[in-house]
């Protein structure tokens, strides 16, 4: 695995902003109740409500998520350890790929994660 990253730009994904403008919006009432100048609990408001929003969007995609605990460490770990039983050949490769197959998410997700140091994807 390599230290060199290729960094991908990518849009902003709408549906998630979307989501976060959502949840924001709903704290804008609770705002009257603020003292003037308080721009640190505006900005945990805020915040908090984006973060929350943007887990719950990940959630309803079946995406591993921060608030799931779950870090690329472990995820690094879990593809070594089911690598020896994944077989490329037969599985997510050009003609063999297989509708609903576990071999076949199995290998591609290990691929994904093989990557991960290797792409990272920043925004605008």
């Not at 949840?23 to 505006?42: F, H, M, N, W």
Request: glycine share 10%.
């Amino acid at each position: 695995m390599t230290d060199n990253f290729i960094p991908i730009v990518r849009e902003p994904d709408v549906a998630r902003l979307a989501a976060a403008q959502r949840a924001v919006l709903a704290e804008i009432a609770r705002l009257k109740d603020l003292p003037p100048g308080r721009t640190d609990i505006l900005s945990a408001l805020y915040g908090g409500a984006a973060v929350v929003a943007d887990d719950e969007h990940g959630r309803g995609h079946g995406l591993v998520i921060q608030a799931d605990g779950l870090i690329w460490a472990e995820l690094d770990d879990l593809a070594r350890i089911v690598e020896p039983v994944l077989d490329p050949a037969r599985h997510a490769g050009p003609g063999t790929w297989h509708p609903d197959c576990v071999g076949c998410r199995g290998a591609q997700a290990a691929a994904r994660i093989r990557t991960h140091r290797r792409y990272r994807t920043v925004g605008p």
